[in-house]
């Protein structure tokens, strides 16, 4: 199965070997080898993987894909797309940009790539990936390029206290993002809670565990996130507490929208949990939407056999959360929108 990381300087050698076998198709194309990707050193390649966001695909441990995200904000111009040529045809390259489009910081509000105009099969990737045609103009050697463009949707990130495979509060996260696409958003579900290690602050440093990295990616990631849990032992499940141990230390919540949805239908109806959440995101300096924090008392005869709630009034309730996180987010892209203009 094919999986991403994010590059880094140590891995020059590997990125230049593979951006140079996927590039000479480009180069026969137009019969030259005078193509940046194929003209690069290793020196570039280091200062590149230093200064932007390189997203590599892996097959076991063999690098087979790469691509670029260079912060132009609001716009992510994605650049250096590669798929070793072996493993092309199998929808790596499509994989790999979902990927960076999934992981690209929430201020990128927009995605742009340039492609050779002679390059048919990327440009038509390109546009069934949502991608159109803005703009043509020569590269720096004189090649005719395609400029592309493609709006980003802004995203929520879904995470689940609970670990159950019947989980009535992973289930009314599935449901918020089944109808999150009403009013605009994409939403994705945190699926990785188990491969967190036990937090320890000797480990949250530069040489962050790769899994506590994509969770720190993908809250980078989020334009706001919505948080279920149940509770245990009148407290946080101890797997999800260790979740939010790990991203005091990074600075990806500050400010987010956060909204909370509590399913619980006991008496207590699991207060001091919510309030611990509370308290976290507090430390964090997330943004506590008060629309999007919501009780919708639950129990798992709820859970119908597609893993979400049918319920009707769920469904409304939950595009409630949406709408006010989507207005939270609108009001502070316009913020930094006026900040900008300044
Ligand atoms: C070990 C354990 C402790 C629990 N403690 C509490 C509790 O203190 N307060 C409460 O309201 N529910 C408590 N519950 C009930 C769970 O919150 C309830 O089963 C909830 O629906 C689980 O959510 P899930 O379906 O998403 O896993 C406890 C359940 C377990 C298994």
């Not at 992510?76 to 690209?104: H, K, M, N, Y």
């Not at 989020?222 to 507490?241: H, Q, R």
């Not at 909204?259 to 959440?277: D, E």
Request: charged share 20%; aromatic share 6%.
């Amino acid at each position: 199965m094919l999986q991403f990381r994010r590059l880094g300087v140590d891995d020059a050698g590997e990125a230049l070997t593979l951006q140079r076998a996927a590039f000479v198709s480009e180069a026969a194309l137009y019969e030259t080898v005078r193509i940046p990707p194929l003209i690069d050193t290793i020196d570039d390649l280091r200062r590149e993987l230093a200064a932007t966001i390189t997203t590599g695909a892996f097959l076991d441990s063999r690098l087979v894909g790469s691509a670029r995200l260079t912060l132009e904000l609001p716009t992510g111009w994605i650049s250096r797309v590669a798929v070793a040529p072996d493993q092309q045809g199998r929808g790596f390259g499509s994989a790999l940009l979902r990927e960076v489009e999934r992981t690209a910081p929430a201020t990128v509000r927009r995605f742009q790539l340039a492609a050779a105009n002679r390059s048919a099969n990327n440009i038509g990737l390109y546009g069934h990936l949502g991608y159109v045609e803005f703009g043509r103009g020569p590269d720096a050697v004189g090649i005719e390029m395609v400029f592309m463009v493609k709006p980003r949707v802004p995203g929520v990130l879904l995470i689940s206290g609970s670990l159950r495979t019947r989980s009535v509060n992973s289930a009314v996260l599935r449901t918020l993002a089944d109808v999150a696409g009403l009013v605009g958003l994409t939403a994705s579900i945190f699926d990785a809670t188990t491969e967190l290690p036990y937090f320890d602050p000797d480990c949250d440093d530069d040489h962050l565990p790769r899994s506590v990295a994509a969770l720190r990616r993908a809250i980078g990631a989020a334009n706001a996130l919505v948080f279920s849990t149940p509770e245990y032992a009148g407290a946080l499940p101890g797997a999800f507490k260790n979740l939010l141990d790990w991203t005091v230390g990074g600075m990806e919540m500050a400010d987010k929208p956060v909204g909370w949805v509590n399913v619980s239908n006991n008496p207590g109806r699991a207060a001091a949990t919510y309030s611990s959440l509370e308290t976290v995101l507090g430390y964090v300096n997330a943004d506590v939407v008060p629309g999007a924090c919501v009780a919708i008392p639950l129990s798992h005869t709820a859970v119908g056999p597609d893993s979400m709630i049918a319920e009707a009034p769920v469904r409304t309730e939950l595009t409630k959360v949406c709408v006010a996180l989507r207005a939270r987010i609108d009001d502070r892209a316009l913020v930094e929108w006026r900040a900008g203009q300044r």
